[in-house]
């Protein structure tokens, strides 16, 4: 695995596509860096892109806090199919089946219902176009779901909606942000799919 910073508190990488984030990158991290990895965030299975472990119950507790206090900064590129607005700043209501693993836009809170926000724009436009996304929450396949309820599901996300023959969800989690030994830190990498010039 690419590894992009780490030290005796922390790692911060760029996930494979196929591995999980919660059992095979620690493992993975351990057999090459050596020493226990807390995982404290998500990526789907068929995602990638930059994520940071913990290598300490302290600093796991410290960036816990940070994505709980909106203070990690999480940043993404996707291709989707069509051309949205420019800018966007959604939110909707989630409701995650977790017998399908299915997440659905819903009209009204209730049980389970959580609340989602994103902000994005627009990098590239045509038949299938290319996106920024700052996630304010972190929900199970949010992004996914918000383009695709919107009439652009993302290439190859064949949960929800696309039909073409990309083999995974064109989602990159290209730069993460948090505060770390008194000062912000960001890491980005990119895909091959959005260079770091046409991402920025």
């Known amino acids: 695995m690419e590894i992009l910073y780490e030290d005796r508190d922390i790692a911060v990488l760029v996930k494979p596509v196929g591995l999980d984030a919660q059992a095979a990158v620690p493992a993975a991290l351990e057999a090459q860096l050596g020493g226990a990895f807390y995982p404290v965030h998500r990526l789907d299975l068929n995602v990638g892109g930059v994520m940071v472990y913990a290598r300490t119950k302290q ?49 009204r809170m209730r049980g389970g219902v ?20 700052r996630l304010h929450t972190g929900r199970s396949h949010q992004i996914r779901v918000q ?14 909606g696309s039909r073409d023959e990309a083999n995974a969800p064109m989602l990159f989690s290209c730069r993460l942000t948090f505060p ?14 959005a260079d770091a010039k046409e991402a920025m």
Request: charged share 30%; net charge positive.
């Open 59 to 107: 600093a796991a507790a410290s960036l816990s806090r940070a994505i709980q206090d909106g203070s990690m900064v999480k940043e993404y590129v996707a291709m989707v199919h069509g051309t949205p607005p420019e800018t966007g700043d959604w939110e909707d209501l989630l409701f995650k089946d977790s017998g399908k693993n299915k997440v659905f836009v819903v009209g």
């Open 147 to 160: 383009f695709a309820s919107r009439g652009y599901p993302l290439v190859g996300d064949h949960k929800y």
């Open 114 to 133: 959580k609340k989602a926000r994103l902000e994005y724009r627009l990098l590239r436009a045509g038949e299938t176009s290319l996106v920024r996304i």
């Open 180 to 193: 770390y030994r008194g000062k912000m830190r960001s890491f980005e990498a990119y895909p091959p799919w």
